[in-house]
Nanobody, 119 residues
Framework: QVQLVESGGGLVQAGGSLKLSCTASANITSIAAMGWHRQAPGKQRELVARITTRDGLTDYTDSVKGRFTISRDNGKNTVYLQMNSLKPEDTAVYYC????????????WGKGTLVTVYS
């Protein structure tokens, strides 16, 4: 079992920046990968960015490439999402997730943090 606590959401003007944090209750080196998903009103939850905890390999959805950066601090059991050049369409609840396992994975979710971008 892993608890995930997100922080850093808020209200920001278009073009601005926010940095989200997700701290895990377990040593993240025991976690295969962590990521950020988002869900806008009336839309399905979508993957935003993902990072493997051991190698630091990253993956992004096309709409955030070049604007968002996912990173990790294994010593702090924390994953970050730096969001720059924010757009109104980035408005959503952002959820942190952690995938535990080696062959079969179990996914854990945080409760989410709201990001609102106004023009």
């Amino acid at each position: 079992q892993v608890q995930l606590v997100e922080s850093g959401g808020g209200l920001v003007q278009a073009g601005g920046s926010l940095k989200l944090s997700c701290t895990a209750s377990a040593n993240i080196t025991s976690i295969a990968a962590m990521g950020w998903h988002r869900q806008a009103p009336g839309k399905q939850r979508e993957l935003v960015a993902r990072i493997t905890t051991r190698d630091g390999l990253t993956d992004y959805t096309d709409s955030v490439k070049g604007r968002f950066t996912i990173s990790r601090d294994n010593g702090k059991n924390t994953v970050y999402l730096q969001m720059n050049s924010l757009k109104p369409e980035d408005t959503a609840v952002y959820y942190c997730n952690a995938d535990l396992g080696t062959v079969v994975f179990v996914r854990y979710w945080g409760k989410g943090t709201l990001v609102t971008v106004y023009s």
